[in-house]
């Protein structure tokens, strides 16, 4: 699995300690910046690390800002992408089982370094069901201009 992982300066430290995760679990990744906690503007970063992942070039995306939220809205903007904000361990499982999610959002402001990192660990690995979600999916991407 290939991850692109951004965030802004909000979710700097976050970012970090995902990185330390992802290789600690021998996963690969792209790091989209920032690199620092200087202030910069989360849609510089949900951008490309959204088209990035529609485009196919990496698997899943990981997002932090300071809530999550601004990446969120950005990343879904993006056609094929189904990015999920999860601050719990439920909705982290069941946006990849049911609506198989691409990119993961997070904010570091929100949610404790423990529970952010067992959020991304379910998250990387739960599969997608299938079966009715996958009917459910093909009606979001009509939505969005594409093939049923
Ligand atoms: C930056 O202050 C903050 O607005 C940003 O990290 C994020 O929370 C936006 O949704």
Known sequence: MKVAIGSDHGGF??????????????????????????????PDFARPVSEAVAKGEYDRGILICGTGIGMSITANKVPGIRASLCHDCFSAK???????ANILCMGERVVGRGLALEITRLWLSTEFLGGRHQRRLDKITALEGGQQ
């Open 13 to 42: 430290t976050l970012k970090e300690e995902i990185k330390l995760l992802l290789a600690a679990a021998d996963i690969e990744y792209q790091d989209f910046g920032t690199h620092s906690d200087d202030s910069v503007d989360y």
């Open 94 to 100: 069941a946006t990849r089982e049911h609506n198989d």
